[in-house]
């Protein structure tokens, strides 16, 4: 007779079958305060279906199962093909259903940016490597507006019917757009480029050119079309580049392998070659680089996004693990340290919803010259700080989950895992931080109008108020030094405006811990460090209510 070894308890139970939009407090008030209200429905069915046991499964499985180069067909002929697990094309069909590649363009409303980032919010919790082909696709939009060419593509462009499909443009309901800009010899500096392009006839706006040279990092190669970076008489051009020939052959996009990534695993990202492949400009003729930096306000917004998904379904993980899980006779949750880490986590992911938010209104009013500071300025800054923050809060989540949370089915690793390339693609860190002096410094009266805001919105409180006179001082300052300190005007900039954020629009207990934690002198350089009891009820309550 077998005897049963032991009884299975204090495990935590799935988690699964949640609405992620309506437990998240402050994602519906910003939705509603910033601007798109009339898609809070939507966003509770979105939420639900993504929340579903079923799909959660299916994310995983999208990134188990890596997507695989077939660059030959049997017979040795090139084929460069990408063959992806169909889990991956289930959140591809979703995205493109929700609008996320397009919506903001197809329907210029107020509030649609606003509408979509919190789309994008829910959906980069549960399946991240899905973000990357929809927000090329959709930063690509508004300069391919403007060309001819425009009349073929917009309408699969605009469709919300994901086609998978390899096969000219004409012939497809929907499209994606990937971008190819990083080349072996530099990334960051993107006139280390040796792309060559060579006009089949006059050359110029709208005319078609031959690209030969590589491509280091080309994500999504299946897109049914790269805007590539190339140069002609030593200037650099923006170029569309379609996977298929007009002439009805495959365009030589030579895929040379796939990159073996840490993570973003269900997304494929490759080494492509480039020879006599078929282009077409687009934009201005040798102003290509300024062209394609113009997408980077979208890119990089949609990398705040998603670290910020990622930061939030953490969180929750963690939060969930704390509530059901006991230690020395006592919920985590009751424990005193660890409610501190819970809430300063809590704090984190707040601070960046309302920051994300914001910044996605300053999309969706173009004009406004405050908004025109906060896209310019505030918006790399909180590319370098929020997606260097996620980084070190998603590792504190997992270890929240104690080893369970190291273990491959657990949600943790691919969490972890997913983080850090957000702060590295769309321009890292440092290139982050001296892109925010640069626009200070070209822009100074943006850079002035951002500073008197944030002068008056800190005034009535005594340590936002020193903080701002600090930061102010050193953005005064020109020359090498004040590059060596970039990081610090980033940081400062993104905590100030997203404490004044909080105070504006949270509840006190929020507001207050977020300003003493970061502002108090006696937090730390890792989450949950305190000198003080802070209050935890109410954040811990507000983070995740079940
Ligand atoms: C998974 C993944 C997918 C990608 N997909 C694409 C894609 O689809 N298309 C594409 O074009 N690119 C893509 N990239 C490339 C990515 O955009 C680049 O890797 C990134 O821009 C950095 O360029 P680099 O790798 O050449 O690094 P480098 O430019 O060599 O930079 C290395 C480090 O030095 C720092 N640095 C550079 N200059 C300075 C300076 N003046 N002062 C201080 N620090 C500095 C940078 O911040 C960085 O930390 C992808 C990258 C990854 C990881």
Redesign the pocket.
């Known amino acids: 007779m077998s005897r049963s070894t032991h009884e299975v308890s204090n495990q935590v139970p799935e988690w699964a079958g949640f609405n992620l939009y309506q437990t998240d407090r402050p994602l519906q008030e910003g939705v509603a305060r910033e601007g798109a209200p009339w898609h809070d429905e939507a966003l509770g069915r979105y939420g639900a279906q993504l929340g579903l046991k079923d799909t959660i499964a299916l994310a995983r499985d999208a990134n188990r199962f890596k997507p695989e180069l077939e660059a030959f067909d049997p017979c040795g002929r090139r084929v460069d093909r990408v063959r992806f697990h169909p889990a991956w094309h289930h959140f591809l069909g979703m995205a493109f259903e929700q609008g996320m590649h397009s919506s903001a363009w197809a329907n210029p409303q107020p509030g649609a940016q606003v509408a979509r980032a919190a789309v994008y919010l829910l959906h980069g919790q549960i399946e991240a490597g899905s973000l990357?082909p929809v927000t090329?696709t959709s930063a690509a939009i508004p300069i391919l507006q403007k060309e001819p060419l425009f009349s073929t593509i917009g309408p699969p462009l605009y469709s919300r019917q994901y086609d998978s499909r390899d096969l000219p443009v004409e012939q497809k309901t929907g499209m994606t757009i990937?971008?190819?800009?990083?080349?072996k010899?530099?990334?960051?500096?993107l006139r280390a480029n040796t792309t060559l392009a060579s006009p089949l006839g006059v050359g110029g706006r709208g005319e078609a050119y031959r690209l030969t040279g590589h491509?280091?990092?080309?994500?999504?190669p299946m897109s049914d079309a790269?805007l590539v970076?190339a140069t002609h008489e030593e200037q650099f051009s923006c170029f569309y580049v379609p996977r298929w020939h007009p002439d009805g052959h495959k365009n030589p996009i030579r895929i040379q392998r796939l990159?073996d990534?840490?993570?973003?695993c269900s997304?494929a990202?490759a080494e492509v070659e480039f020879d006599g492949t078929h282009a077409v400009l687009v934009g201005e003729p040798g102003r290509g680089i300024v062209t394609l930096v113009k997408m980077a306000a979208y890119t990089r917004l949609d990398c705040i996004l998603g670290s910020t998904a990622l930061l939030r379904q953490g969180l929750v993980q963690a939060l969930h693990h704390a509530r059901h899980r006991k230690a020395f006779g006592r919920l985590l949750i009751e424990q005193p340290l660890m409610r501190s880490v819970l809430t300063d986590l809590a704090l984190e992911s707040e601070a960046a919803t309302v920051l994300s938010l914001r910044l996605a209104r300053a999309l969706d009013n173009t004009d406004d010259p405050l908004e025109q500071a906060y896209r310019r300025i505030l918006t790399p800054a909180a590319k370098f700080w929020v997606c260097k923050r996620a980084i070190e809060a998603v590792g504190e989540c997992m270890e929240a989950w104690g080893g369970n949370g190291y273990i491959e089915e657990a949600p943790l690793p691919r969490l972890y895992r997913e983080t850090p390339?957000n702060s590295?693609?769309?321009?890292?860190?440092?290139?982050?931080c001296?892109d925010v002096l640069r626009a200070l410094k070209r822009q100074p009266e943006l850079a002035d109008l951002l500073g008197t805001a944030l002068l008056r919105d800190c005034a009535d409180d005594a340590l936002l108020n020193s903080s701002a006179h600090q930061l102010l001082a050193v953005m005064s300052e020109a020359g090498p030094v004040q590059?060596a300190c970039?990081r610090y005007v980033a940081q400062e900039l993104v905590l100030l405006t997203q404490a004044n954020l909080l105070r504006r629009h949270a509840p006190a207990a929020v507001a207050d811990g977020f300003i003493q934690s970061r502002f108090g002198g006696r937090g730390g350089r890792v989450f949950g460090v305190t000198a003080f009891k802070p209050a935890t009820t109410g954040v811990l309550q507000r983070a995740w209510p079940l």
């Open positions: 990357c090329m990937g971008m190819g800009l990083t080349e010899q530099g990334g960051s500096d491509k280091w990092f080309f994500s999504a790269h970076l990159k990534k840490l993570g973003n997304n990202s390339v590295i693609w769309e321009g890292s860190g440092n290139i982050m001296l590059d970039a």
